[in-house]
Each structure stands twice: as structure tokens, then as C-alpha cells.
């Protein structure tokens, strides 16, 4: 069964710092998606992207925060300069094209980037 | 805003007890409810989904869920639980008539050990 993959698993960075987590969706989907958990909280959704361009945001991707798709392949999240609360695990997720309505589309998630800002 | 609630954060079971898990949402239109599993080192994978018709619901690896629409809530439920299904277990909801990104609203987590 096709898998998002997302790379690196763990991520280390100085606070401060700009920071890129990868994720290849599923290749056939067109709707991505970030979502973070920081420890003991919850799956908290960032933000999703269709047709090249963002189709919502929460409240947590501020200017920080920005998404790609750089080729036809990768899906990334770049945070500009990291804060130590932006440790969390960041997790990807893609759906597939659909007729019916995208919301009745199950999301396939990757395995998910461990993110620790020092 | 929209929030999901799990009331029960760990479960423990031993094995061929029945399960429950609850799941309650803050929200009087229609909704698109899902749950999801995460066993231990792996990714979310979906376990069932409810959108619309027949409110029980049944999934992979034996789980079911009931939408009730007069409770808000959206049980899972699985008659007799293995080893195999210590995992955690995760609610989530999406809005279709205001969400044009597909925002899924997770619930906190129910944490799930079943014992030999």
C-alpha cells in the first residue's frame, strides 16, 4: 500500500533557526496537509494546500511558517526561525482527487518528524 | 470553534474484553467523523469514517462505531480486544459545509493497553 514518507524522522535545531521538514505524499493525492502534536497534547492541524496554493490555515501557521511544493513530488514546511515551542512532532498527511466532496476523503499520514529546538 | 472530546485518556483491558471508547463533538450540522489508530512507532492509519446513512459504522480489524446524532457522539466499539490493538486512539471531525480545507479536529487520544 502506498506510504507519505517524511523525512528526517528527527530533527534537531537551535532556537532560531530556519528549518525544512519533508514529506513525499502518496502520488496520485492533491490535497496535503500539516499537522503538529506538541507532547501530551493534541493533533493539532496546521494548514492544508490544494492546486498549488493554501486552501486554510490555523491560527498557529503565522509568518513563520510557510509550505511548497517545490516539484511534483515533495511537500515541505519551512519554519523560518524556530522557537523552542515549536518542538512537537509535525506530521503530513495527502488525499486523493476525488468527485465527491474532499471532506469525505480519508487523510493518509506519515509516520511524522520529530522536531527539537535547543 | 468546533472541538472533539475524548473523555477516556488510558484504557486498560485484558484480552476478550469488550471495548468502548467515547467520542463527543461541539457542533449541530452535519459532520464527518473518523477514527483513527496509531499503534506504537507507526503512522495514523484510518480505522472508519462515517459521513452519511446507516450511523453504525463498521471498520477495519473488527472495530465499529455508532454516530448519534441526538448525543454528539460517535462510540468505537470492538466486542473483544487482542494483544494487537494496544495503540492509541484518536477521534477527529471535519465541518464539510464551512471547511474548504479539510481541517481534521482531532480529540485528545485514548491510550489503549490490553494485557495477555
Known amino acids: 500500500e502506498p506510504e507519505v514518507t517524511q523525512t528526517p524522522s528527527h530533527q534537531v535545531t537551535q532556537m532560531g533557526q530556519e528549518v525544512i521538514l519533508r514529506c513525499v505524499p502518496i502520488s496520485n493525492h492533491l490535497y496535503f496537509y500539516w499537522y503538529r502534536q506538541i507532547l501530551g497534547q493534541k493533533v493539532e492541524f496546521l494548514v492544508s494546500?490544494?492546486?498549488?496554493?493554501?486552501?486554510?490555515k490555523s491560527e498557529i501557521f503565522d509568518d513563520q511558517f510557510s509550505v511548497e511544493r517545490p516539484d511534483g513530488s515533495n511537500f515541505t514546511l519551512k519554519i523560518r526561525s524556530t522557537k523552542l515551542e515549536d518542538s512537537a512532532m509535525y506530521f503530513c498527511a495527502s488525499s486523493p482527487p476525488v468527485r465527491a466532496p474532499a471532506s469525505n476523503q480519508p487523510q493518509h499520514f506519515g509516520d511524522g518528524t520529530r522536531l527539537s529546538i535547543l | 470553534a468546533q472541538s472533539v472530546s475524548q473523555h477516556n485518556h488510558h484504557v486498560i483491558l485484558s484480552e476478550a474484553a469488550s471495548l468502548e471508547l467515547g467520542c463527543n463533538y461541539s457542533?449541530?450540522?452535519?459532520?464527518?467523523l473518523f477514527w483513527y489508530v496509531q499503534y506504537p512507532g507507526q503512522h495514523l492509519q484510518l480505522l472508519l469514517k462515517?459521513?452519511?446513512?446507516?450511523?453504525l459504522v463498521k471498520g477495519i480489524k473488527g472495530f465499529e462505531a455508532e454516530f448519534i446524532k441526538s448525543k454528539f457522539s460517535f462510540n468505537l466499539r470492538k466486542p473483544s480486544v487482542q494483544w494487537s490493538d494496544t495503540a492509541e486512539y484518536f477521534c477527529?471531525?471535519?465541518?464539510?459545509?464551512?471547511?474548504?480545507?479539510?481541517?481534521?479536529?482531532f480529540g485528545g487520544g485514548t491510550r489503549l493497553m490490553v494485557k495477555p
Open positions: 494546500f490544494y492546486n498549488n496554493e493554501i486552501s486554510e
Open positions: 457542533y449541530g450540522g452535519t459532520v464527518n
Open positions: 477527529a471531525v471535519i465541518l464539510p459545509s464551512n471547511n474548504a480545507g479539510n481541517m481534521l479536529t
Open positions: 462515517y459521513f452519511s446513512g446507516d450511523p
